[in-house]
């Protein structure tokens, strides 16, 4: 884990605390998610974090992570990317399952989003498999859309 995703999994720690993060430094499983988390429910959640422009996370994942994600999305849906944008200062969350790994122009919709320094209820409400709406949630009048993924 890099500079900046090292200090994205500090927010995580302070924001996100009641999920018990646990950082996975691995050299053996190439493409397995930085952390790893716990909802109330006690399923436990795979997180990559990212940080980069809002458009560029799918370019910034590396061949193995894609593939990480692609496989086990479809076979549990406890995986998510957690990107913090520097330049606007916010964090969001995105379902593995709802983004195509395999088309580098996809545009991925966030499925919850919060300014860094501030509270993390949208994310922590979908980590824990509440509602799709919640505070915090990007709204359709925002103009974020995807560019008619499956």
């Given at each position: 884990?890099?500079?900046?995703?090292?200090?994205?999994?500090?927010?995580?720690?302070?924001?996100?605390?009641?999920?018990?993060?646990?950082r996975?430094?691995?050299?053996?499983?190439?493409?397995?998610?930085?952390?790893i988390?716990?909802?109330?429910?006690?399923k436990?959640?795979?997180?990559?974090?990212?940080?980069?422009?809002?458009?560029?996370?799918?370019?910034?994942l590396?061949?193995?992570?894609?593939a990480?994600?692609?496989k086990?999305?479809?076979?549990?849906?406890g995986v998510?990317?957690?990107?913090?944008?520097?330049?606007?200062?916010?964090?969001?969350?995105?379902?593995?399952?709802e983004?195509?790994?395999?088309?580098?122009?996809?545009?991925?919709?966030?499925?919850?989003?919060?300014?860094?320094?501030?509270?993390?209820?949208?994310?922590?409400?979908?980590?824990?498999s509440?509602?799709?709406?919640?505070?915090?949630?990007?709204?359709?009048?925002?103009?974020?859309?995807n560019?008619?993924?499956?």
């Open positions: 884990m890099a500079g900046p995703e090292k200090n994205l999994y500090k927010m995580v720690k302070e924001k996100l605390s009641d999920f018990n993060p646990i996975i430094e691995t050299t053996t499983i190439n493409g397995f998610p930085d952390l988390l716990f909802n109330k429910l006690r436990v959640l795979f997180v990559e974090c990212k940080v980069c422009e809002r458009d560029k996370l799918i370019q910034s590396r061949p193995h992570q894609k990480f994600h692609h086990y999305s479809a076979i549990f849906d998510f990317i957690l990107q913090r944008v520097p330049s606007s200062r916010e964090v969001f969350l995105y379902r593995s399952i983004i195509d790994f395999l088309d580098p122009k996809w545009v991925a919709n966030p499925c919850a989003r919060a300014v860094d320094r501030e509270n993390w209820c949208a994310l922590s409400a979908q980590l824990n509440d509602p799709l709406d919640v505070v915090g949630a990007p709204l359709k009048s925002e103009g974020i859309t560019n008619g993924g499956k």
